[in-house]
């Protein structure tokens, strides 16, 4: 299951226990093996709303109403962690955003008080912001 290849904006349906299966997206390329990935969530009263998706064909079949990035869940996954997390059965990778959609959740993430600080400074480093 390494046979898993990682670009930009794909999305990817993976367990996270205890609190079952959850959409993330691949963001950056962090290391040589490594990317920084962000939770997509269903939006809530409370959620951040530095990146807000809605359903359309510029974003993953999966994202059905309106949606959110949860940058607070946000990882650092290599290929070998992805493939060990991913949900039995699942088609992989769930879709892919357009290269807009995957710029406005870079943007959110540098916007964002939920993303850690390391993430951050390695968003920035990605994007080439100093």
Do not use: W
Request: glycine residues 6%; contains cysteine; hydrophobic residues 40%.
């Amino acid at each position: 299951m390494t046979n898993i290849i990682i670009n930009l904006g794909d999305a990817f349906l993976i367990d996270t226990p205890p609190n079952g299966q959850h959409l993330y997206i691949a963001i950056a390329q962090t290391t040589e093996n490594d990317y920084l990935f962000v939770n997509v969530t269903t939006r809530r009263n409370n959620s951040d709303t530095s990146c807000v998706l809605l359903p359309g064909s510029q974003v993953t079949s999966f994202i059905v109403h309106e949606s959110v990035i949860a940058y607070q869940f946000a990882r650092e996954m290599n290929v070998i962690e992805l493939a060990s997390l991913i949900t039995p059965g699942s088609p992989i990778p769930k879709g892919a955003c357009s290269s807009v959609v995957l710029r406005k959740i870079q943007q959110g993430g540098l916007v964002s008080k939920r993303l850690k600080k390391r993430y951050k400074t390695a968003l920035k480093a990605f994007l080439g912001i100093p």
